[in-house]
């Protein structure tokens, strides 16, 4: 829900056009969802009206939230070959750095790994015992917030530890 608040002065009548298509809007304030905004941009427009037909227009550009990208590999082999050696998820669009978790749980449930770093990733090291963990299949959980809204948004998959 984008507001939109008028600042003109002497006016008596109010046209907004929010730029998608949608009905005009007769209000001295206004409040537009746009449904479908991901990188979409919109032109907003107050045309305003005083007593004596004197008119203005102001416009401003809305531009939509950006999707956000995951990408998280199937696999890795934290061998100490310098290759490949640790799990980090891949994440574009505009993320909250400071509302973010990525943690890995065992075949058990038990939460064998966290961080909220979107920078530091998994080694295959066992946090609480710190020791490497066995070769198999863990789940990855990432929970992450857009920086333009609270919108909590959380991901989960399957990874292969190979050694």
Same mark, same amino acid.
């Given at each position: 829900?984008?507001?939109?608040?008028?600042?003109? $002065?002497?006016?008596?009548?109010?046209? +907004?056009?929010?730029?998608?298509?949608?009905?005009?809007?007769?209000?001295?304030? *206004? /409040? /537009?969802?746009?449904?479908?905004?991901?990188?979409?941009?919109?032109?907003?427009?107050?045309? *305003?009206? !005083?007593?004596?037909?004197?008119?203005? !227009? *102001?416009?401003?550009?809305?531009?939509? =939230?950006? =999707?956000?990208?995951?990408?998280?590999?199937?696999?890795?082999?934290?061998?100490?070959?310098?290759?490949?050696?640790?799990? #980090? =998820?891949?994440?574009?669009?505009?993320?909250? $750095?400071? *509302?973010?978790?990525?943690?890995?749980?065992?075949? +058990?449930?038990?939460?064998?790994?966290?961080?909220?770093?979107?920078?530091?990733?998994?080694?295959?090291? /066992?946090?609480?015992? /710190?020791? =490497?963990?066995?070769?198999?299949?863990?789940? +990855? $959980?990432? #929970?992450?917030?857009?920086?333009?809204?609270?919108?909590?948004?959380?991901?989960?998959?399957?990874?292969?530890? #190979?050694?």
């Amino acid at each position: 829900m984008h507001s939109f608040y008028n600042q003109s $002065e002497g006016a008596v009548l109010y046209s +907004w056009d929010f730029g998608d298509g949608s009905p005009f809007e007769s209000t001295f304030n *206004a /409040h /537009h969802y746009y449904p479908d905004m991901q990188g979409a941009t919109y032109l907003v427009s107050l045309i *305003a009206s !005083t007593q004596y037909g004197c008119l203005d !227009t *102001a416009q401003l550009q809305v531009t939509g =939230p950006y =999707p956000v990208i995951i990408y998280v590999p199937n696999a890795f082999t934290p061998d100490g070959d310098e290759r490949n050696n640790v799990f #980090i =998820p891949s994440i574009l669009g505009n993320v909250d $750095e400071y *509302a973010y978790t990525f943690n890995i749980y065992d075949r +058990w449930g038990e939460l064998i790994f966290t961080s909220h770093h979107t920078q530091v990733g998994w080694d295959g090291i /066992h946090s609480y015992t /710190h020791r =490497p963990v066995q070769d198999g299949v863990y789940t +990855w $959980e990432v #929970i992450l917030k857009r920086k333009t809204n609270d919108e909590l948004m959380k991901y989960h998959g399957m990874v292969n530890v #190979i050694r």
